[in-house]
């Protein structure tokens, strides 16, 4: 089955977080090896708006992200030794498919809204991933 399953958090998104997370609960109940890993990504800071913020934003957002990904792993019922938190600052599915990839993750589990026309025409983050994820990829949606 999965050994490491990697789990895309929007910190933003507590329905479609909630999704993925039941869905990465059940998955890791099947298999007493597994792992899971709790994945945020932070947007990169525009560079017109560098000298607008203090210096250690970065640093204060990396804290903020960090402490909310633990809280949210804490949350789970899943052994602590199974579960790591990682953020990663970029766009959203180069970054996923990065971990995916350094991680060698075996799953991505990504919750995702239903498609929308807008989504169809421009796609989405869970559909980028899909197409070129080198793992397999479930998507959870309600």
């Known amino acids: ?5 990697l789990v895309p958090v929007d ?3 507590t329905e479609m977080t909630a999704l993925a997370l039941a869905a990465a609960e059940e998955t890791i109940r099947q298999s007493s090896s597994a792992f899971i890993r709790l994945l945020n990504i932070q947007p990169l800071m525009p560079i017109a708006l560098l000298d607008y913020i203090p210096p250690n934003f970065d640093s204060e957002l990396r804290e903020n992200a960090e402490k909310e990904l633990a809280d949210i792993a804490e949350k789970l019922e899943v052994s602590s030794e199974r579960i790591s938190t990682r ?5 959203v599915y180069p970054e996923v498919l990065a971990e995916a990839e350094a991680w060698k993750a075996n799953l991505i589990i990504v919750g995702s809204h239903r498609p929308t026309m ?10 980028t991933i899909v197409r070129h994820a080198r793992c397999s990829v479930l998507v959870a949606r309600k």
């Open 118 to 127: 807008a989504t169809y025409l421009l796609g989405s983050n869970a559909n």
């Open 87 to 91: 953020v990663r600052f970029g766009a």
């Open 1 to 5: 089955m999965y050994s490491k399953i």
């Open 11 to 13: 910190l933003a998104e």
